[in-house]
């Protein structure tokens, strides 16, 4: 597949999911794209929850949104979003297992239980994965569900795994009870394809395809988790073919770094921009095609944005091309 020739959409089958883990490697437009999808699932009629892990939140920007707090808001016809603080989480399901209210407050409030919380691996990770899990079995008056999609808006990569490998854990060395249970239920649902999956986010570059390659062996053949799609985000028109592009970069003194300033004011300042250009062009395209090659998964390509990143403008621009 070349660089002009987008692969098939993936998307028409994500929304049937109940459940999206989506990671990549740090900055590569996650969020971008939990917001872009969010919107996607939400004008098809489907009640979305994009739940974030007690992070520096940058979707309410995206959204153009009021701030998104650790209390379920509503941001977007159809789109709810949360930004899970695990504190709080643990606090929740603390209440669920203890019921009095007291007793609950008492041992939450309490700095050695908080300490000892802060201490046990995994719990975290676990409080914020097992409520956005938790969501999705939440039921509405009518018996519908209050979410149709819950969409996690996961950490970058490696804390990614680490999240992804709690439910495992938990079930091999926790003994049966309440926890237990729900983590059996919460890995039920991510090991199903029918109802759950990884999507995967990177940009078309050296390091991210590397990395994004060995995430998606990592979930796979490590988790044996379901991997549904690839999101490969910032990706850039072509503006020269292959020719064209071994051409400028035949002249390696157009790279140079002193070139811009040697050629600025110069009819040369052009060709030394377009050599950067095509530079650039080419590392795209040697990684979309090694994506392409060593990853069986559909692909969707979403374009660079200049002026319009970060804004709802934007992510319009993002959810017409999913
Ligand atoms: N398609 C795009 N075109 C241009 N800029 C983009 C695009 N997608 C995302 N960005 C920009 O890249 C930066 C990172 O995006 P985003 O916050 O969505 O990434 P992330 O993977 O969630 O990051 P983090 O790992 O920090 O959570 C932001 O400044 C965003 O505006
Ligand atoms: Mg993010």
């Known amino acids: 597949m070349t660089q002009d020739e987008p692969s098939p959409n993936p998307m028409p ?4 999911r109940r459940f999206l883990f989506v990671t990549g490697k740090g900055g590569v437009g996650k969020t971008t794209v939990c917001a872009a999808l969010a919107m996607k699932l939400a004008a098809r009629g489907q009640r979305v929850l994009i739940a974030m892990c007690n992070t520096k939140e940058r979707l309410s920007a995206i959204l153009g949104t009021r701030p998104i707090k650790d209390e379920i808001a509503e941001v977007s016809p159809n789109v ?38 802060r201490a046990v691996p995994g719990l975290y990770e676990w409080a914020i994965l097992g409520k956005a899990w938790w969501h999705t079995t939440e039921l509405l008056a009518d018996g519908s569900n209050r979410f149709d999609v819950v969409l996690l808006d996961a950490p970058a990569t490696g804390h990614g795994l680490d999240m992804l ?14 926890l237990r249970r729900d983590a059996e239920a919460a890995w039920g649902m991510f090991r199903d394809p029918a ?49 064209e592009r071994d051409a400028l970069l035949h002249d390696h003194g157009l790279l140079d770094v002193a070139a811009p300033r040697r050629t600025a004011g110069t009819g040369d300042s052009a060709i030394v921009a377009g050599a950067r250009r095509a530079a650039r062009e080419a590392v795209q395209a040697e990684s979309l095609a090694r ?3 060593s990853l069986d998964l559909p692909m969707v390509r979403l374009p660079f944005l200049f002026d319009e ?14």
């Open 13 to 16: 089958a994500l929304g049937a």
């Open 80 to 117: 709810w979003a949360v930004n899970i603080s695990p504190e709080r989480a643990l606090e929740e399901y603390g209440g669920i297992v203890l019921k009095v209210r007291a007793i609950t407050r008492a041992v939450f409030d309490n700095r050695y239980t908080k300490a000892f919380f």
């Open 165 to 178: 490998r709690v439910p495992k854990v938990i079930l091999d060395v926790v003994p049966p009870g309440v």
């Open 195 to 243: 109802q759950s999956g990884v999507l995967v986010v990177t940009l078309p570059e050296e390091m991210p395809a590397t990395e994004t390659i060995e995430l998606v062996g990592a979930i796979r053949d490590e988790l044996g988790l379901p991997v549904v799609g690839l999101v490969i985000n910032g990706v850039l028109p072509a503006l020269f073919s292959k020719v």
């Open 291 to 293: 994506l392409e090659r």
């Open 309 to 322: 990143a970060s804004t709802v403008a934007g992510t319009r621009i993002l959810t017409a091309k999913l």
